[in-house]
Each structure stands twice: as structure tokens, then as C-alpha cells.
């Protein structure tokens, strides 16, 4: 009785506040009744929602990254408003900063997605020739792995033919410093390096920022990463990078084995191949080197 008494009275009266909530008191809403508003949506709740997916659309679709204010002037949104809606988008991993230019491109939550086969190709599966490949060739674990928000991602393995292996990797996240496939995603753009000290996992894990630096860009130059011993104690493993059809690293080839194995002379037997491999796979996913037409 109290409901239907609270319920008529909210009809009967538009301007009466039943208990303590806050009504609506334009004038396109004294025709409405106290139910009617209770479900409805505020607009700026909904602008807000249009714009932020605006954004996203034309981060999604430009060819290469777009700076904050050219995102602005094609949406006709003020320049402060779009630095709120797209900070929201890059806190869940909707778009990222492309390096330190601050210009935006689609983020690891978006690229997850892609990198999954959910939008166009499915990496995992135009990956496994190369998987196999580098299996049948190093007799060691392979794996192909891609950025996340939190850490790498290893998405496919094949395992290795020797007793003593590496384990499974599957599912597991591993931190971007300590990896041979992290650093690729550090080199490249695609994850960044904390400014404070880096977590230690080994007494041979790098934690000083400006010397990962240093790796990253000798990473860069040849177009390999190697983390011997800084994930774990014995453990050793090289990756080369994967590019997509923009020309981004979307993704990441590995071998990994024991450090008594993977002996710095049998890294540079595996490197070339492992280049090899990785380019392969970039060229099924649509990348072209200059001078090269896509597949």
C-alpha cells in the first residue's frame, strides 16, 4: 500500500521527491512518471558512452597511430574531454601510447582479440607451420606468444623432444624484463619499462631500467632477443618478433630449453632460423617488407 500510495503521488505531483531520490525536473520530464524515470538513462551518461566509442572507432581504423589532437578535431570533441574518454580506454587496454610519442593505437585488449582469429586470421593456427618447423629443427620447446596487460601470454607450444624440457607454458603469464619474448614487446613498442626498479626473479635478472634500455636496443638491430638465466636459474630461451599487416608486432616465436643446451654458440645456430620463422609466419598474417608485396 505504501509503494502504490509513494507510486500515485509521484504522478500526481512531479515536483514531489519521494524519500531522498533526485528526479529529473526539466520540462521534458514533468510528463513522466516517477517509474518511468527510475529506468531511464541520463543523456550525458549516454554521450559520454557515444564519444568514448567514437574515439575508439577512429583509433580502430586509421592506418597508422593518431595523436590526441587530430582524434579531437575529426570528432568535434573538446581536446580535454577526449584526453578523459581516451585515458578511460587505455586503462582497459582499449588502445595503447604507440612508444613515447604519445600517439594512439589499438591496445593489447583489442589486439588479444585480433591475434585470436576473433576478427580476421587466426595466428595461433598460421602459426604452426612454423612451430613445427622450428620443433622438428631445435628439438626444443617452441612457443608463440603475444602482449597482454599484465605480462606475455603464451598462446600455442610444441614441446620438446628431450626429457628434460621446460615445462608448459600455456596459459601462463610471464613479466615483459625477464623474458626473451617480453624484451621483444619492450624493443618494439608494444609494452613499456617501468621507471622504478624491476622486479628480481634470478640473480641474473636485470632490474636497472636504463640497462634493459640498453638491451632493448641492441634487440632492435638484430631482431632477436635472448634471456639466459633471468627468468629462472638453468634456463635459457631466444624469440624473434612477429608483425601483422601494419607492420606492428603483433606477436612473438621462441625457443626455449636449458641453458647447458642453448650454449651461446647454439644460439647463434638457432637466431637465423628463428628470424626466418618469424618472418614467415609475419607474411601469412599480410606484412610486407619494403620492396615486397603482401601475401
Known sequence: MALTNKLASSIADPTATPGSEQLDRSPASRNISFVEQEFQVPAHGTTAVDRGADLLVRVLESEQPVALAELASASGIPKSTASRLLSALERR???????ERGRLRPGPAILRVAERGMLERNV?????PSLDALGELSGET??????????VEHVAQVDSRHFLGTGQWLGRTVDYHCTAVGKIFLAFGRAAVAAAPLRSHAPAT????EQLREQLELVRRREYATAVDE???GLTAIAAPVRGARGDVVAALSIT???LRLTPK????????LI????ALSRRLGHAEPGEHAA
Open 93 to 99: 587496454g582499449l588502445i595503447e601510447q604507440d612508444g
Open 124 to 128: 595461433v593456427e598460421l602459426a604452426r
Open 142 to 151: 617452441i612457443n608463440l606468444a603475444v602482449p597482454a596487460r599484465h605480462g
Open 206 to 209: 636485470v632490474t636497472d631500467p
Open 231 to 233: 627468468l629462472e636459474p
Open 257 to 259: 630449453g636449458p641453458t
Open 266 to 273: 647454439r644460439i647463434l645456430e638457432l637466431a637465423p632460423k
Open 276 to 279: 626466418d620463422e618469424a618472418q
